[in-house]
């Protein structure tokens, strides 16, 4: 599976981004869709899943509420809105993929995307 994400930039905090992850390769089967990010000097952390059919959605409690994943099965792209977004959301997103249930540890997922960098200006 090869990921590509896109859609970060640099926007005022309140503001709103919405990214996008292309999957392509051999995307048949039952693979979950994740977003990580990580911030300078910290860990890469675990932000948002999306099962492929859509029906089951995790995400971390630093962005409930204002981050919804979602999917588009017909194009192989996920996405994540990010609105009312905090400096604290800066860094560089990633998306993955995996077969099976989500997990937040990134170590359990085999593919992934260059990131994307998202930079919030207070």
């Known amino acids: 599976v090869q990921l590509q994400a896109f859609g970060g930039g640099l926007v005022q905090a309140g503001g709103s981004l919405r990214l996008s992850c292309a999957a392509s390769?051999?995307?048949?089967?039952?693979?979950?869709m994740g977003w990580f990010r990580q911030a300078p000097a910290k860990e890469r952390e675990f932000v948002a899943a999306?099962?492929?059919?859509?029906?089951?959605?995790y995400y971390a409690d630093s962005v409930k509420a204002r981050f919804t994943a979602s999917k588009d099965n017909a194009k192989n792209t996920v996405y994540l809105q990010m609105n009312s977004l905090k400096p604290e959301d800066t860094g560089v997103y990633y998306c993955a993929a995996r077969l099976g249930a989500h997990t937040i540890y990134s170590r359990n997922w085999p593919y992934w995307g260059h990131g994307t960098l998202v930079t919030v200006s207070s």
């Open positions: 999306i099962g492929w059919g859509g029906d089951s959605r």
């Open positions: 390769g051999r995307t048949y089967g039952s693979y979950g």
